[in-house]
Each structure stands twice: as structure tokens, then as C-alpha cells.
């Protein structure tokens, strides 16, 4: 790799600006679990062959000119600076144990290994930024949990891109010379005739038309609501200051079948409008249960929702996403694709994937990723705020569940 001072600085787009502010320094943490131990050789020798360490902004320092203008500065990477090890097996509370404490017992409970490791990273997410000494990024190895945890920060690429970019670097576990699959293959179909030519000219038309159309309404209905329109206050919203506050994690569990079941019951419906149905319904019930008989009719909560605007769904290099936090909103939600197929990583066979950020100035966030027929979301939540969100995950896993048993219903009348 060349080193600094071959390559010339480049600046830093807009949305990485935006990642930067103190409100909005998002880090992206990526928790993927082994079947097995992780070996830490073959770790650093995966990622010293990955794609991402050939991408520049992966080898890059973040730094700033003398009129305060970021940029990223070619750098030798030194892999050992970006791998951390822990050894010892961390509790529930994300504490560490000592030797005897952490390996005394032959197996640990599931559940239990699962929320020693979200709270670990919801510790991360609110007192551990990335330093700027070294490229924006770290590998934490937690040996005794059989995980590693990507931590990226945002500035370097959105989580489509830098999902496709950790993917390239896993092979599927039916197939050790196979990429991982994120969307299902589809044969191109060829609509000939000429009596058609026009009739597609104009649906193509219509469809422009309507594009500018609902894209004029809904600029008008931000900028509205940005100036002049806030949620209301509910026993959830977050208030100044809250992207500092400490942080609980934890793991809501879905069935793709189950929310396909849904979809295929209401016309004209996608998962991503599943998984909103489900948010509102967990919401309302998680409401109703910190405040009952208050929870009012025609309550609005207003949702930050990540959208990809590619076209293509397969793996791609980084590229930035742009969007803008809507001011006075009660929560943020994300939506990806993950593998159809179960996975490994440096030859360890691949059980979970899950992804979510560092905190936001609101006081819950949550990230939903699909693996291999499974839908994982992680809900961080400010704890003064909301101090139970298992309870949360239980309502909107609840919530899926008495969906469906709507949708078999309608199947059956």
C-alpha cells in the first residue's frame, strides 16, 4: 500500500459532514456470532485480503484543513490497531468476570450470552467514539461469546454499502466459493410487439408525472413539519441531551414467513410496510402498558425511516445515502436485507447477524436485519427513558404474531 503523501486529500461529502456533527456522529456496530470460537489469525487474515481494506476511505485518516474542512488522508493501516481481543466472558450488566467467574461453567444460557453482549455494545454506543488517530473503524473479538462486533463509522458509507462490503469478504456455508445472496435471482423478462411501444411510453410518462408529484408533496409536508410540527410528549420521547444518556440493547426475533404471511394477505403490501404495522401496533402496546387507560385516539409518532435509493440490491462498493434526522421525532428505523443463505466468516459457520448505531438524539432506535429466513431487530433505548426494552421487543414480536393469526383468518374466510 502506498504510503501518506502519495495520494491526494479528498474531501468529504456532505453526508459524511453530516455524520460528524455532534449530534448525528453515528458509528455503525455490526454484531456477527459464531457457531464456534473465532480464531484471531484467520480474523486478521480475512481482513487483511478483504475488499474493505482495499477501499481508500477504510485506510484513510479523518482530518481537517485550516479552515475547519474535513478530509480523508491516505495512511499506512497497521490491522493490529483495528483488532481488539477480549478474553474474559462479560455478564448481563456488560461488566467483565474474572477467569474463574467467566468460563466456571460449561455453557451459559442463550439468552444470557445475548444480553452480556448488548450491553457491551450499548456501552460502546454512548462512551467509546472512534479515535481519529487511526482510519474510522474497529474489530472487537469477544472470545468467550463467540462474537465480534464491527464498529464503522458512518462517515465511511451507509449500512447498504458496508453490509455488501463485509459481505464480500463471507462465503456461503453451502458453498465455500460462493458469494453470499442478499436478494433472490430474477430472470429479466422481454416485453416485445410494437403495438406496445406506446402504451409503455406512457406508463413511463405517467410514472415521471407521479414521481414529481408525491415528491413536491412530501418536501412541503417536511419542511412543515420541521418548522412548525413536533410529536407529541409521551412517556418515550426523548428531550436535550439524550444521544448522551446511557444505553440499554436488545434483540426483538421475527419469522420472515410470519411477516410474509402478513403481506400476502393485505393487496399491494411490501415487508417494510409489515414491519411499520408492527412498530405502531408494539408501540401502542408498550404505551399502553406504562400508561394505562392514557393512551389517547389518534396519537402521532413521527419515525426517521432509512431508505436506499439504488437500484441495484446486490453487492456493491461504499457509497454514501443522504438524509437528514426530521426535527422533533420520537424514534429512528432501519430496514436491511441480509444473506438468503446461512453464511461464514474466516471459515466460522455464521448463527446471527445483527446491526445497530451509537445513539441519536432521541431516546429509541431501531435496526432490523433479515439472515437466512430470520428478521433480528435491535432496539437501543435510552434506559431513564425506557428501562425495560425487552418488554418492547416482546410487544412487537407480539405484535407480528397476532397479525398473522389475522391474515390465516382471512385466508380461511
Known amino acids: 500500500m502506498a504510503g501518506p503523501g502519495t495520494f491526494s486529500d479528498e474531501p468529504l461529502t456532505p453526508s459524511g459532514r453530516l455524520f460528524l456533527q455532534p449530534q448525528t456522529n453515528v458509528v455503525i456496530h455490526c454484531i456477527v456470532r ?109 472470545m468467550a461469546h463467540k462474537c465480534t462486533v464491527f464498529r464503522i463509522h458512518h462517515a465511511l458509507g451507509d449500512g447498504i454499502s458496508l453490509l455488501s462490503m463485509l459481505m464480500a469478504s463471507c462465503r456461503r456455508a453451502d458453498d465455500a466459493d460462493a458469494l453470499p445472496r442478499l436478494a433472490p435471482e430474477k430472470t429479466p423478462e422481454f416485453k416485445g410487439g410494437k403495438g406496445r411501444d406506446w402504451f409503455w411510453l406512457f406508463i413511463v410518462i405517467w410514472g415521471f408525472l407521479k414521481m414529481v408529484w408525491f415528491t413536491l408533496m412530501f418536501v412541503t409536508e417536511f ?17 436535550d441531551g439524550v444521544e448522551l444518556w446511557p444505553r440499554k440493547l436488545a434483540t426483538a426475533r421475527f419469522l420472515l414467513e410470519d411477516m410474509k404471511a402478513v403481506k400476502k394477505a393485505i393487496p399491494k403490501t411490501t415487508i417494510n410496510d409489515v414491519l411499520f404495522g408492527v412498530v405502531s401496533s408494539g408501540l401502542s402496546r408498550y404505551l399502553d402498558h406504562r400508561t394505562p387507560n392514557a393512551l389517547q385516539e389518534g396519537l402521532r409518532m413521527t419515525g426517521v425511516a432509512m431508505v436506499n435509493l439504488r437500484a441495484q440490491p446486490g453487492l456493491q462498493y461504499a457509497s454514501l445515502l443522504n438524509y437528514r434526522l426530521l426535527c422533533n421525532t420520537t424514534f429512528t428505523i432501519s430496514n436491511l436485507i441480509g444473506p438468503l443463505e446461512e453464511i ?28 437466512a429466513g430470520r428478521a433480528e431487530m435491535q432496539i437501543l433505548v435510552a434506559k431513564d427513558i425506557i428501562p425495560d426494552p425487552e418488554f418492547l421487543a416482546k410487544c412487537f414480536e407480539d405484535a407480528l404474531l397476532e397479525m398473522k393469526e389475522a391474515a390465516i383468518g382471512t385466508y380461511k374466510a
Open 34 to 142: 459464531g457457531k464456534n470460537p473465532f480464531d484471531i489469525d484467520s480474523v486478521k487474515s480475512a481482513v487483511k485480503s478483504s475488499l474493505m481494506v482495499q477501499h481508500p476511505r477504510f485506510c484513510s485518516l479523518l482530518v481537517r484543513d485550516k479552515n475547519g474542512f474535513e478530509h480523508w488522508r491516505r495512511t499506512q493501516l497497521d490491522i493490529d490497531q483495528h483488532v481488539i481481543v477480549i478474553n474474559n466472558r462479560l455478564d448481563k450488566s456488560g461488566n467483565f468476570l474474572d477467569e474463574s467467574q467467566g468460563f466456571s461453567r460449561v455453557e451459559e444460557e442463550e439468552d444470557d450470552d445475548e444480553a452480556a453482549v448488548n450491553q457491551y455494545v450499548a456501552d460502546l454506543s454512548v462512551s467509546s467514539p472512534l479515535s481519529t488517530d487511526k482510519p474510522l473503524w474497529e474489530l472487537h473479538i469477544l
Open 344 to 371: 461464514t466468516i474466516a471459515g466460522n459457520p455464521v448463527s446471527s447477524i445483527k446491526v445497530n448505531t451509537s445513539s441519536l438524539p432521541q431516546a429509541i432506535t431501531m435496526h432490523m436485519l433479515s439472515y
Open 223 to 239: 419542511g412543515i413539519r420541521s418548522l412548525f410540527v413536533s410529536d407529541r410528549k409521551t412517556v418515550i420521547i426523548g428531550g
